[in-house]
């Protein structure tokens, strides 16, 4: 065999397990979506809540943060909010103190970092303030709908469950340049967080809503002040514990995205920088982790680790064959093929999303060896004060 047919079988290959492992497995999580939870729910259940509000340069957004806490159908005598800032240039500080001052049925204290030291860091102040039974993570640019919280604590009633998260939607602060990448995105990977919640649980959760009972949080030491993606993390480590860590589609978090292209990339590939090193460190314990975990947990590092350069190495085979010996009636059905999901347009939106996923992962597997980004930039255009 000589060495370009040697090529293009390899092509074939990586392209094939690159787009069918991930399709499969989505498949598999589809079905499981709608299966019972095999949780013992009560709906008595009524533990005492902290809100960890963290924040920097959050002054366009934080009073509709409190907002929103303030308006959630839950019980306000077993709420309380702890805001902690870390040196805010703006007037984060003084706004978040003015509203709860003319706001006394919701409990908020602010807490003053005076730099900031990461984000983990910042929660893990918020923690010795926080008195609940169980603690809530609400970054300051997301949204719950009215009865999130409510629905993010109920599951945590089963004595096995150690965390919940929100599904996220969307939501750009110009309705009218809303992120199509963005929203196909989410509809894909919350379906997947919700299948795997229901196998065990879902490595990634997300800091717009998060519910950790706060005595697991207390044997894991809180957040690790390392890891970017603080939130996943705690959770993953619940779930090495035994614990169920599970993302709830009836609990909803709304997120600002940015709309410019720029500060979208820069976004995605700060997050995925985080979720790759958390993803890296779970490696090095998947062995210990419970069954159902296990397999979740071995897929997803396959994922974010190894997959994307499978579609990479493919896509040099084939640059270098074309440059070397020209390419063949192979590369023109090749062609053809992936042009397949470009007819149809919710095909075409997911495949675009999948392939710009796939080269952020990939670069920033490299670039989080120079920079985990523990402390990034704040995206201006997400909620400038008015
Ligand atoms: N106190 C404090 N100190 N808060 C911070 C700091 C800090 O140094 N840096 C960011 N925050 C706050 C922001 O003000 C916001 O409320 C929240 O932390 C999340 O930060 P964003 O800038 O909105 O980042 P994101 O939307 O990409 O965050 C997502 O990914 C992170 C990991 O990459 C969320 O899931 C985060 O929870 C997650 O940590
Ligand atoms: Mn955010």
Redesign the pocket.
Known sequence: MNWPWTLDALVLLLGSIHFAIPLAYYAYLKRRVDRPWQLKLKPDYAPSVTVI??????AGLIKKRLENINAQDFPKDKLDVVV???GSTDRTAEIAENWSSRNSDLRVKLVQ?SG????A??LNIGLTHASGEIIV?A???SFWSQDSLKEAIYPLSDESVGAVTAVKVPMTVDPAKAMKTESTYRSFYNAVRVGESKIHSTPV????L?AFRSRLLDEIHGFHENV????SHAAALLALRGFRAIASPDAVAY?LTPTSWSAYFQ?KK??AK??VQHFAILLGKLRSAPTGFRRVLGVEIFLHIVNPWFLLAACAMLLLTGVTVGYSMFHLVLLLFICIPLLKKDSREAFGAWIVEQWILAYASVARLFSTEL??P??EE?GRER
């Open positions: 509000v963290p924040t920097f340069n959050e902690v800032d870390s970092e900031r030291t990461g984000k860091h910042a993570l970054d300051a640019d959760f997300h800091g717009e998060a970017g993606a603080d939130d997120e976004w700060r997050r985080h979720l402390v990034w704040k995206i997400l």
